[in-house]
């Protein structure tokens, strides 16, 4: 082995460079003095400290295809689980090496390509930014070591030390087919041709210091594997359905695929994700697991939604992962250089942070026997929770309820007869070819009141095409004053599609209600003269579909609203308006509008209240008023009580939420918050009077 001369004086210690798989050393780092302090990344609370009492119940993995990725796309919830003290995997199917040249912002002489230094860069620069996450310090150790996976796979596991919970793991494929050029297809190729296959990178500064093979079966039963030792209970990873995207002089490729607003490699690491899960096993001991997929280049099309605090917070993270030549002594360098210095901003993907299934989250109601009933997807299942008696607050375990590959945004309904019925997105193939990558929408309902489930049947794509049928979004539904119930979906064009069954259990077929492009995140109700409206946020306003009674097809009519940042949310008055509530674009400051009575013009209802968080709004009637919950910077939820002669005020209920929180009153009148964890449990709280 030999040692590289320390740069400065307050190096902490040479980092040795490694020379034989399956050595263990410690990573550290140091600071020169002369540049501030990186600043502390979790707004409003410090991290939790690490210990073996001190860890939550939720364990995470994180699997995305570059380095970086997690940063952009996945915080600030990545630092909100670290600050929880969740048990974090982040693993990174790329090298991400790219052409090998590590850019310094400023430089007039351009570096000579180094594909190996570039990629061990990029590992150094995430070993800064998860201790920034972790310590408040980028210059943290690390022990960095080689592990064999079942087939004899070596891949580099860094753990934070003092912080065992928090680990790295880089399998370290190839970006490229060949070299440091050309276009970034290894991954894509790999999904879509059983027949081929690539190699890994061994990159500079790694135990890990030979190549192997990777084939598409080899890289699933990888993954796998990596799920089933660590037994996550949440998984987030990238969306393996991106938008279709028009490029044009508005709407530049950048590094999209052609047709679609999303890099190639974000798209084949999720669509591997998923193909892993479908082995996944749970984490035992009878717990289930959620599954989150996060949007990536879509964030730059679309309104900026997080707050001014948390895209700075998300900033420092990035600058520590950007690193600067001397901000280190690891052999390969300290970090991605041209990340670093706030050029994060640049490219719009920092200031949004979108899943792709926003509004999904656990559906809670009264059943006619008066129990509080909460709907979710658990484990690619429905689960379905109950109240053991009216007004109880106590919850029994979930009833899986079937479905097999169920995506979140389950959307559940009472019939008049008081039968549950369900509707869900659902995987339906995951192969390789594009007729064998499918999606559908499903259903279910019971038998009769409080009986058993029938077997979950199709309902269908409004595409006819695969390719298109995969961008179709999640069900709403709603249920029109003559009884006939109305499907809606987002469709491939981001326009709207509908269909509805009648009271004879028929189903039309699939129409689109036409309109310009509308972010994915529906919102329907039906007012009290039993018209259904439904509501979603577009690019220059909010679109309303509706009709004038019952029976008749909705159409598009006029609301004059401002864009959202977030899909709006909407709840139907007892007076017959409608009030609709949203994020301000830029701000994140929720907005509320009312419409009139006939359902005609929309004013705005002037809420004064400060901005916390991002995120889909919930809206909910009380006896006096309208609660509003909100995911706060924190990742728990605020509330604030509307429509009252009082001036609203937040209150917050700690708690990590995955997805949207829920709102329900029981059969004693007291209002309910639900939400699903990242321990996949179902966390209910009363809401106290101080909290209305």
């Known amino acids: 082995m030999t040692v590289r001369p320390p740069k400065r004086r307050t190096v902490v210690a040479g980092l040795l460079a490694l020379a034989a798989a399956g050595c263990t050393t410690d990573s550290h780092t140091g600071t020169d003095g002369k540049k501030p302090a990186p600043k502390a990344p979790a707004p409003g609370r410090a991290a939790v400290p690490a210990g073996k009492d001190g860890m939550s119940g939720a364990r995470i993995m994180q699997i995305v295809a570059h380095p ?112 440091g050029s050309g276009p970034s297809n290894a991954l894509p190729v790999l999904w879509s041709d059983p027949a081929t296959s690539t190699s890994t990178l061994a990159s500079t500064g790694s135990p890990v210091t030979s190549s192997h093979e990777v084939t598409r079966e080899s890289l699933i039963a990888n993954l796998a594997a990596l799920l089933n030792e660590h037994k996550p209970t949440l998984v987030r990873t990238l969306d393996p359905d991106p938008d279709m995207q028009v490029h044009d002089s508005k709407n530049r490729p950048h590094h999209d695929q052609p047709g679609y607003s999303d890099h190639p490699d974000h798209t084949a690491a999720a669509l591997f994700a998923y193909a892993a899960l479908e082995r996944y096993k749970g984490p035992g001991e009878g717990r289930s697991y959620s599954v989150v997929s996060y949007r990536g280049y879509f964030n730059e099309r679309w309104p900026h939604n997080l707050p001014r605090q948390i895209q700075r917070a998300k900033a420092d993270v990035l600058n520590a992962y950007g690193g600067a030549p001397d901000r280190c002594d690891f052999v390969a360098g300290c970090g991605d250089y041209d990340v670093g210095q706030d050029r994060s901003f640049g490219p719009g993907w920092l200031q949004r942070t979108s899943q792709r299934q926003p509004t999904a989250g656990p559906r809670v109601q009264q059943a006619p026997d008066g129990r509080l009933t909460a709907f979710g997807v658990l484990g690619g299942q429905a689960a379905m929770w109950q109240e053991s008696a009216p007004g109880s607050g106590s919850w029994g375990k979930p009833t899986l309820l079937g479905g097999d590959g169920l995506l979140p945004g389950l959307a559940a309904v009472l019939t008049k007869d008081g039968r549950w019925q369900l509707f869900a997105q659902r995987v339906a193939g995951l192969g390789a070819k594009a007729e064998e990558n499918l999606r559908e929408l499903v259903t279910t309902e019971q038998q009769a009141a409080g009986g058993a489930f029938r077997a979950w049947t199709s309902l269908g794509n409004p595409e006819k095409d695969p390719e298109r049928g995969r961008r179709v979004g999640a069900p709403v539904v709603a249920l029109a004053g003559d009884g006939t119930l109305h499907l809606f979906a987002r469709n491939w064009s981001k326009g709207v599609s509908t269909r509805r069954r009648g ?99 929309w004013t705005d209802a002037k809420l004064d209240l400060a901005g916390r968080g991002y995120g889909p709004l919930t809206l909910h009637p009380l006896r006096e008023g309208v609660l509003l919950a909100a995911r706060n910077n924190d990742g728990g939820t605020s509330l604030a009580t509307l429509e009252t002669s009082g001036t609203p005020r937040w209150t917050s209920i700690k708690g990590a939420v995955v997805g949207q929180a829920a709102l329900a009153t029981d059969s004693a009148d007291r209002p309910f918050l639900a939400r699903l964890a990242p321990d996949a449990t179902l966390a209910t709280s009363a809401i106290p009077q101080n909290s209305r």
């Not at 570096?111 to 972790?134: E, S």
Request: glycine share 12%; hydrophobic share 35%; proline share 7%.
């Open 68 to 179: 970086d990725d997690d940063l952009y796309f996945m915080n600030p919830e990545l630092q909100q689980s670290i600050s929880d003290n969740d048990r974090l995997v982040s693993v990174y199917v790329n090298c991400g090496e790219s052409s090998g040249v590590n850019k310094v912002p400023g430089e007039k002489t351009r570096p000579k390509p180094d594909v190996p230094g570039y990629a061990g860069a990029r590992r150094q620069g995430l070993r800064q930014a998860y201790a920034l996450m972790a310590t408040g310090k980028e210059q943290a150790p690390w022990t960095v070591e080689a592990k064999a996976l079942p087939d004899g796979t070596l891949v580099e596991v860094d753990t934070l030390k003092g912080h065992s919970g928090i680990q790295l793991v880089f399998l370290g494929v190839r970006q490229h087919s060949t070299g």
């Open 503 to 601: 009271g004879d259990g028929t189903w039309t077929g699939w129409r689109d209600l036409g309109g310009a492009e509308v972010q994915e995140g529906l919102t329907a109700a039906t007012d009290t003269k039993g018209r259904v409206h439904v509501l979603a946020a577009a690019h220059d306003t909010v679109h309303h579909w509706t009709h004038e009674k019952p029976g008749q097809e909705l159409a598009l009519v006029a609301t004059g609203l401002p864009a959202p940042a977030d899909p709006p949310t909407v709840l139907a008055r007892p007076d017959g308006s409608l009030l609709l509530a949203f994020r301000e674009a830029k701000t994140a400051r929720p907005q509320l509008y009312r419409s009139s009575t006939d359902g005609g013009a």
